[in-house]
């Protein structure tokens, strides 16, 4: 039977889908495609936060599955019939809609992908209709990553595919802020963007840092990735130098990992954050941009009061490159935590009317 491995363009981000499938998931399946690593498996985290508990929120791992962990047909010895059963994975029992997500779903063996098929389409699963206002969503590869992803040609005139994107160096850090990654790994990420590109991006041939199916490397740099090496940076101390760089090596690439491993060296060269409030005017300014994207980093995460990021603007408007600045601006104005005091900050007001254009 044919199969389909066409690439579409427009792709989305990771907010957009959290929108998209909520709004069209009840009639339409989405099916999410996407390189590895960059957080498609968490839409399904996403939804349960964002949909809460009037939902039955289920994750169904296809590539590890087969028929018989989702229906089989047995004898019904009362009544001399067949009868299916369905996995409890599914929660049937509760009158709740449910929100089934199917991971890695062009993945699943063929026969597998047939029983979805009336899921997709008609939110049955074996003989048995979902609870109205269900929502079915899956996920997988982009066909081009060479890791096995196809689809039933019929199947995909039932769904509607969705490329999601990878999020930028700067998409990642606000995330990477709200969710306590180490201020090292957020500076390493806004000083090399590069880091976050696609392979299907133009002119990224050379690129050491990322995934590209052509190379064949098991290690690379993507959202997930980085997010994992938070607890080597985090314990460097404990391992050393050696220990640390082959742990990285080993969770985001070679490449990576020594321009992670420079970074972690500039300990000694960094103001501490509680100088530079009482200090602003005087205190010293960091000789190499890395130094200063972690202080920046570091600034965002120890900042409480207005009166701390009022001061710690004065430093800041010290800072020769406006492109620099953007980066403390960029995350001070969507960190969930700083936004409420940078709204309110009249020197972020004023360099954000300056300097619109490198905010957009």
Known sequence: MATSTIEFNNPMSVDDLRVMIPAYGKALTIVVKGEPGIAK???????KKDLGDEYDHIYFDCPARDVGDTVMTIPDNDRTKLTQVLSEVFCM???????????????TPKLLQIIWTRLMLERTLGDRQLPEGSIVFATSNNSSDGVGDSMLAH???????????????AEWNVWATDNDIA??????????????????????????????????????????SLAKSDIIVRNRGAMGAVRTQAALAGTIGMA?????????????????????????????????????????????????TQDELASF??????????????????????????????????????WAKTNYQLMT
């Open 313 to 350: 603007m004065k430093f800041i408007n010290r800072v020769q490159s406006a492109e620099v600045q953007s980066v403390f601006f960029t995350i001070a104005m969507q960190s969930k935590r700083l936004a409420k005091l940078a709204v309110r900050n009249e020197q972020i007001k004023e």
């Open 41 to 47: 498996s968490s839409l399904h985290h996403m939804l």
């Open 93 to 107: 029992d509760s009158p709740k809609p449910k929100v089934i997500m199917l991971d890695e779903f062009m993945k």
């Open 183 to 224: 201020p090292e790994i957020r500076a390493c990420v806004a000083m090399n963007p590069r880091m976050m590109a696609s392979y299907l991006d133009g002119g990224q041939d050379d690129n050491p840092y990322i995934f590209n199916p052509t190379r064949k490397v098991l290690s690379f740099v993507s959202p997930r």
């Open 155 to 169: 199947a995909g005139n039932r769904v509607m595919i969705i490329n999601m994107r990878k999020p930028t160096a």
């Open 256 to 304: 990576a990992a020594e321009m992670m491993s420079a970074f972690l060296s500039l300990a000694s060269e960094l103001t501490s954050i509680k100088d530079v409030i009482a200090d602003p005017d005087t205190v010293r300014m960091p000789e190499k941009p890395a130094a200063l994207f972690m202080m920046m980093f570091n600034a965002v995460d120890t900042i409480q």
